[in-house]
Nanobody, 129 residues
């Protein structure tokens, strides 16, 4: 079974940057749409970005647009979430997820969380001075 693993979380000061990685061992992610989600304590899960299997289709939530960038490296079987200009409200557990849902167009609507079949255990991001 496909198992995803996130890495790269940690403690960072406001205005700082982090890059999260999502990979899978033993399985290629080439045919999957990958999404990044986050959930802060007491809040609902929020979808923040998604990228299609080829990388040509991708989108970001308004809350992170212009600060976060999703990308994928097929050779490394890894999907990245580059996070810049981090704010305290970005503090959350971050999860990557995989689905066979196909994205259409350069800026598609991202699938909802229920449409993803495989999930990683998450990595914590804390933005604090």
């Amino acid at each position: 079974q496909l198992q995803l693993v996130e890495s790269g979380g940690g403690l960072v000061q406001p205005g700082g940057s982090l890059t999260l990685s999502c990979t899978a061992s033993g399985f290629t992610l080439d045919s999957y749409t990958i999404g990044w989600f986050r959930q802060a304590p007491g809040k609902e899960r929020e979808g923040i970005a998604c990228i299609g299997s080829t990388g040509a289709s991708r989108n970001h939530a308004d809350s992170v647009k212009g600060r976060f960038t999703i990308d994928r490296d097929r050779a490394k079987n890894t999907i990245y979430l580059q996070m810049n200009n981090l704010r305290p409200e970005d503090t959350a557990a971050y999860y990557c997820a995989a689905t066979t849902f196909v994205l259409l167009g350069p800026f598609p609507m991202c699938p909802t969380g229920d449409e993803y079949r495989y999930w990683g255990p998450g990595t914590q991001v804390t933005v604090s001075s």
